[in-house]
């Protein structure tokens, strides 16, 4: 399949590299699984799979990664694409193109573990269970998380609200103060126009049950470029608890809102030409 | 804790009460041990401080066997598991709750200053949506899809409730251990991770936690020495998924979809393969428990096994 796909896009995945970042990986999962699920040949050979698609599809580029120390984090970023694509991205980011590298922890809805071989693909993967236990468990044991405060709403919108980040929840801030680990802002640029003509009809979805239903001509992913922007670090205050009060807890909230919002602007001027990006917001 | 003269050990036929009999009598030379249970005890040990009883688990029996002798210590490791087939539910209830609470019951009135009661993990369940690292505070599920497991968390309920409500008068402890396996354990889990023929789920793959019956054994012990009034999770650091502990067992992995082994247990269930409906959640999704408590109270207490060295031991068997 790997073969398949990288002779199809006529590109073959960086052996050394791979060996380089997993030979450190190792070290960090010296049974090559831990108690999540996670299997480093499987992550492995998963990772190689999209390599073709993180790097000659999407063309992705990271800009930022000296931002990031050997130390856990709370990746916080915008959420794009309707079907998290960019959350794939980032992990494969994170996983080869940051120093050290690291298996970022995606955390994932609770209906999504229970579905077969591909909750089990997901955890093999790193994925975990967004249970608010679970990830400080993880946190406290090193591992670094990424959460999308926005949820299900970062993804389901209509191409006119293209890069408008929606509101934060507090879970990833509380989670951040029990822990102590440091915040780490991120913005993905091009993700949107991957599906760039989509209405998000709210009523159907309401009616069905759903969490969206998105209305596209198109629903195959096109090959926008994406750029992912890792931001500075955001220190958690000390002067606050997990348990103060919301009033204190919102305005820091928004602050890290307003951080990957101003990325986005940023990397909005300066991204690479798609037909496409004419649709989406374009300040 | 010097003070511990006499142990009595219900369930002796079980291969974990011959081990933690056996680490007795070296922690505790003088201590003498009565072992009771219902099943016929094979091979007993040669101890002259061990004495061993078989009867049937009813009031009369026990309130005699309490009557004439008295026990500082009680470890209660009869729980009639809930994964062999063999025993039925209202056999099971008796035993586990009703004997339980006997057991219970009578420590306290003959001035036992110690019981340590074996549950399961299983109490927790086995969800899709379980967090990884489930701590001693954590709902028991157990019995939520499967009404059949009612007992099993009933009885740990049971030994709770009694525990807090009593524990100005004795010291209880609760331990909820991981799978135990080892050759002189023979339960459903130990036979099916090392039967070729069992089948594994090719869409699901489980983080497994298994203690040595050894290091299991040990932390009764330590319960008795060292652990506070208190329900304690016990499993090692190390955890296995199952399709690589089956590999280091170096048994295949038949793989089938969830489905098709869901219904094939339905089917065959008693006639071929005695495998119940509810564990093959246990073999879908992962209970993963947080054993800090217990490494917190019991220290220092090292596990022995880790869990490939343990499997291996399985496997020489």
Redesign the interface.
């Given at each position: 399949m790997s073969n398949f796909i990288s002779n199809f896009l006529d590109i073959n995945v960086p052996k050394d590299q791979f060996d380089q970042i997993f030979d450190h990986l190792k070290q960090v999962y010296p049974d090559g699984e831990d108690p999540w699920g996670l299997n480093l040949k499987k992550t492995r050979r998963s990772i190689e799979y999209v390599w073709p698609i993180y790097k000659h599809y999407f063309k992705t580029r990271v800009f930022g990664a000296e931002n990031v120390e050997n130390k856990p984090y709370l990746v916080v970023s915008n959420h794009t694409g309707q079907i998290a694509i960019d959350g794939m991205l980032i992990c494969t980011a994170f996983a080869t193109e940051v120093f050290p590298p690291r298996i970022l922890r995606s955390m994932v809805e609770r209906f999504f573990t229970s579905i077969p071989y591909l909750g089990t693909w997901a955890a093999e993967g790193g994925a975990v269970l967004g249970d608010r236990q679970n990830c400080l468990n993880l946190l406290q044991r090193g591992q670094s998380i990424l959460a999308f405060p926005e949820g299900v709403k970062g993804i389901s919108k209509s191409t006119t609200d293209y890069y408008k980040v929606q509101r934060f929840t507090r879970g990833f801030f509380r989670m951040a103060l029990t822990s102590g680990v440091d915040i780490l802002p991120l913005a993905t640029v091009g993700a949107e126009e991957i599906f760039p003509w989509v209405y998000q009809a709210k009523g159907l979805a309401k009616l069905f049950n759903l969490p969206a239903a998105p209305i596209s001509p198109l629903y195959l992913p096109l090959p926008s470029p994406v750029d992912i922007y890792i931001g500075e670090v955001y220190k958690i205050p000390t002067d606050l608890s997990p348990e103060s009060p919301d009033e204190l807890i919102d305005p820091h909230v928004e602050k890290i809102r307003d951080q990957i919002q101003e990325m986005i602007r940023k990397g909005l001027e300066n991204r690479r030409p798609f037909f496409a990006n004419r649709y989406g917001r374009r300040e | 804790m010097s003070e511990y003269k006499s142990a009595l050990i219900i369930g002796m036929a079980g291969g974990l009460a011959r081990i933690t009999a056996t680490l007795l009598t070296r922690e505790f030379p003088n201590m003498k041990i009565t072992g009771v249970d219902s099943r016929p005890i094979k091979e007993p040990l040669k101890n002259s401080n061990i004495r061993y009883l078989q009867f049937r688990y009813s009031r009369s029996h026990f309130e005699k066997l309490f009557r004439d002798q008295s026990f500082d210590v009680v470890l209660h490791l009869a729980r009639m598991s809930h994964s062999d087939t063999s025993n039925n539910l209202s056999q099971r209830l008796e035993t586990n709750i009703t004997s339980t609470n006997r057991i219970l019951d009578l420590s306290l009135k003959f001035g036992t200053k110690k019981i340590v009661v074996l549950s399961t993990f299983h109490v927790y369940g086995a969800l899709?949506?379980?967090?990884?690292?489930i701590?001693e505070e954590s709902p028991l599920k157990a019995s939520i899809k499967y009404p059949e497991l009612r007992d099993v968390v009933e009885m740990d309920q049971l030994a709770s409730s009694w525990m807090w409500k009593n524990q100005n008068h004795i010291e209880t402890v609760i331990l909820r251990p991981c799978n135990i396996i080892g050759p002189q354990i023979r339960n459903t889990m130990t036979q099916y991770l090392s039967s070729p023929y069992a089948p594994v789920c090719?869409?699901?793959?489980?983080?497994f936690q298994f203690i040595h019956e050894y290091d299991m054994s040990r932390a009764i012990v330590a319960a008795i020495k060292k652990l506070p009034v208190g329900i304690y999770n016990v499993a090692p650091d190390?955890?296995?998924?199952l399709k690589?502990a089956r590999k280091v067992l170096q048994v295949p992995n038949i793989q089938l979809?969830?489905?098709v082994l869901e219904g094939g247990v339905r089917l065959l269930s008693n006639a071929f393969w005695s495998f119940p409906r509810y564990l093959i959640d246990y073999i879908k999704?992962?209970s993963?428990i947080?054993n800090s408590a217990f490494k917190a109270h019991a220290q220092p207490f090292e596990f022995r096994y880790r869990i490939k060295e343990a499997l291996e031991l399985l496997k020489l068997d």
């Open positions: - | 899709s949506d379980n967090p990884v690292f701590s090719s869409d699901f793959n489980p983080m190390d955890v296995i998924s690589e979809p969830s489905f999704f992962a993963i947080d």
